[in-house]
């Protein structure tokens, strides 16, 4: 069983839709929880990090942590064609884990928001 | 931008060569991170240095290898290269606490 798992998609929505992304992991030892963006052929780039269980919102963004049932979610509303990327779930154990820092990432959803 | 170079953007080489991929991490990050990120295993990380020290290893190949020098640029060197090695190679700073980390542009090696 892979410690993250995240549909792969591809998802396709209309320009305006509310699109939501989601992935389970599966070690509850995991603290910090991170969304990640990567437009082709580049480098990804980190839009929501979130500590522990709770929502946090960015503009458009809101990522939500469920510890209990080990599922985060990450919300874009009135999404458009520039958000049309892959979007990477990533988990991390945090400092306190014997520094070992490794980011472990899900499969990514690639998201197709056409016009 | 991320504030994250790496360098070079592309390189093409073949089976059995050696390479250099060069990062420097953000201006006061302490942390470099690797990762290998290829169609079908998706981002792997590789390997974390902290301060010249490195910290941690993941699903890194014995035919790899990695330093940070005292200016906390980092190199990452492929050996004995082979087909299966082509891959888009990421590095990431962070401030080594691993609650975010910011990603380069990446290395596209092709090996042929």
């Known amino acids: 069983q892979k410690e993250v798992e995240q549909d792969p998609g591809p998802l396709s929505v209309p320009e305006g839709a509310i699109v939501s992304l989601n992935c389970t992991y599966s070690n509850s030892a995991f603290q910090y929880f991170m969304w990640y963006r990567q437009y082709s052929r580049k480098g990804p780039e980190l839009l929501m990090y979130?500590?522990?269980?709770g929502n946090k919102e960015d503009g458009r963004f809101t990522a939500q942590v469920d510890k209990s049932s080990k599922y985060i979610s990450l919300f874009i509303r009135d999404s458009q064609p520039s958000d049309s990327a892959t979007y990477l779930c990533?988990?991390?154990?945090?400092?306190?884990?014997?520094?070992?820092?490794?980011?472990?990432f899900g499969a990514g959803t690639r998201l197709a928001v056409h016009p | 931008d991320s504030g994250v170079t790496q360098t070079p953007k592309h390189l093409i080489t073949a089976t059995g060569q050696r390479v250099t991929l060069r990062c420097s991490p953000r201006?006061?990050?302490?942390?470099v991170y690797w990762y290998q990120q290829s169609l079908d295993q998706g981002l792997q990380f590789l390997i974390q240095y902290y301060n010249g020290e490195e910290r941690a290893k993941g699903n890194i190949l014995e035919r790899f290898s990695a330093q940070q020098f005292p200016d906390l640029h980092s190199e990452l060197n492929l050996s004995s290269l082979e087909l299966g090695d082509s891959a888009l190679y990421f590095c990431a700073s962070g401030q080594g606490a691993g609650e975010t980390q910011y990603f380069g542009p990446g290395t596209r090696l092709l090996v042929l």
């Open positions: 201006s006061g990050d302490l942390s």
């Open positions: 990533a988990v991390n154990r945090g400092l306190y884990s014997g520094g070992y820092n490794k980011l472990i």
């Open positions: 979130t500590y522990s269980s």
